[in-house]
């Protein structure tokens, strides 16, 4: 394959490709958490290429995923009224809710509009001063503070007619559930590099010191992953546990102050339901009180939507790394990217769908 | 949903309050919110996600990544982010 042949000639990829094979002694189960590295080790056949004792097992880092099938169902109802427009990032739209998805509604004549920034969102409510506009601001720490400064806009403009359904996530809660886990696998972690340049890697450390588990905050790139699972394998073999940064060129140690001062200003942590996994303490932002009136759940009276998930779907176990894929009997069969059963096939980052996209051949000839 | 991609910053200017950049990311320019970089200027690069810069990258690292992802092809692909003036509502 072109890809994956090129990627091989890289010298440095070699290089560090060597030392692994060198270091590693025995198997290591590691965990990426970002969907984005997800589908990096995917597209690339990491996976592949690094040793076999080392298996890489998928996190639960895909905010898209992990919207739990309320909100979802909340974002549906918000959409169909007359006197809304829906606002929301792409990766939203094929989501499905329990009976419908947003592009179904948009086909339906709801006026459901996509964006890039979430300002933009509030570009759409200055000039269409006669109906309400509803951001759909999901996303893990990266996405906050964007999601933060347009709420923190309105406020300050005065914007009536603009509110946000929240479902932001956070990452350090959904790895000490994980750790905590009497079933837990992992070994050692990678931590999301985006997320980190907004938060930096303080709460890492607390992770690390009380699982004894190493972890390294790394980037996107194929370079960035194969150095990742060197420096962790590294850890591992020597018996350190530590936090390390592979992505020096991003990420400091106290994160991006600035904006995590918006955030802090615009959210405060509360609990949070996540798709495929349930409720973990303390993993999610709401809006502070003083924002209150920004909050759509509120404005259009959601508070009481509650629904179940299907009972076939197995990405519970997968956004936990206690199974993959390709453990999954509905994979690639009554599960695909355009009719998923659950969490992780709904997104092009979730897991089954990296494994879809790359992988199928694997389980249909 | 958390990418971003470094890009250099060729233009600042200031609206009611505001720090936007024009920014160059390969050969495509976008409008950025340079809010969360005060320390950035004309000629950083900076690490964009949703028209927001998350982080100021020294050029040896940002021009350490460029020429890898040239030698792979992947500025050819669609790791870029979208348009804002296009991405409103898809056909």
Redesign the interface.
């Known amino acids: 394959m072109k ?1 994956i042949d ?2 091989r000639d ?1 010298r ?1 990829a070699q290089a560090l490709l060597a030392e692994l094979h060198r270091r590693v002694t025995r198997p290591w189960v590691l965990m990426e958490i ?3 590295q997800t589908h990096t080790i995917m597209r690339y056949g990491i996976d592949e290429l690094i040793p076999r004792q080392i298996e890489l097992v998928h996190g639960p ?4 995923c992990v919207t739990p099938v309320e909100i979802v169902d909340k974002a549906i109802r918000l959409a169909a009224r007359p006197d809304v427009i829906f606002v929301s ?3 939203m739209l094929r989501v499905p809710g329990s009976n419908s998805d947003l592009f179904r509604v948009k086909a339906a004549g709801g006026d459901v ?8 969102s509030l570009k ?1 409510a200055r000039t269409n001063s006669d109906r309400q506009v509803v951001f759909f601001a ?3 720490e ?2 906050a ?2 999601n933060a ?1 347009a709420v923190w806009q309105a406020k300050h403009e005065g914007l009536k007619n603009f509110s946000m359904l929240v479902s932001q996530v956070l990452v350090p809660p959904a790895i000490r559930l994980l750790l905590s886990s009497p079933h837990n696998r992992v070994q050692g972690f990678i931590a ?1 590099g ?2 980190c ?2 938060m930096g890697y303080r709460e890492y450390e607390t992770l690390s010191a009380d699982f004894h588990v190493p972890i390294v905050v790394a ?5 960035d992953l194969i150095e990742a699972i060197t420096m962790l394998v590294r850890q591992l073999e020597d018996g350190r546990a530590k936090v390390e940064n592979q992505y ?5 140690y106290e994160g ?1 102050l ?2 995590q001062r ?1 955030m802090q200003e615009v959210f405060e942590v509360c609990n949070h339901k996540w798709r495929g996994v349930g409720m973990i303490p303390q993993s999610g932002y709401r809006l502070r009180p003083e924002f209150a009136a920004y909050d759509a759940v509120r404005r259009f009276g959601l508070e009481d939507l509650e629904v179940a998930e299907s009972s076939e779907c197995i990405s519970a176990q997968i956004l936990q790394g206690l199974k993959k894929p390709l453990d999954c009997p509905a994979f690639a069969r009554r599960c695909t990217p355009e009719s998923p059963l659950g969490a992780t096939m709904v ?1 092009a ?1 979730g897991a089954c769908a990296a494994y879809y996209r790359y992988r199928r051949h694997t389980v249909l000839h | ?4 991609v ?1 890009g250099r910053i060729l233009a600042i200017e200031e609206k009611q309050g505001t720090r936007i950049g024009k920014v160059q990311f390969g050969g495509i320019t976008r409008q950025v ?1 340079l ?4 320390e950035a200027g004309v000629g950083d690069f900076v ?1 964009v ?4 810069a ?2 100021q ?2 050029e040896e ?2 021009a ?2 460029y020429r ?2 040239e ?4 500025l050819e692909s669609n790791a870029l ?4 003036e296009s ?4 056909s």
């Open positions: 890809f090129e990627y890289q440095i970002c969907g984005g880092g895909c905010p898209v990032y792409g990766d509009r996509v964006v890039y920034s979430p300002l933009e759409i999901i996303g893990f990266t996405t503070p964007a400064m999301p985006h997320v340049t907004v980037g996107f790139e194929p370079i020096v060129r991003s990420v400091s991006n600035p904006a918006l997104s980052e | 949903m958390c990418l971003a470094p919110y809010d969360f970089v005060p690490i996600h949703v028209g927001f998350i982080s990258v020294n690292e940002a350490r990544t890898l992802l030698a792979m092809g992947l982010p979208q348009l804002p991405s409103e509502s898809p």
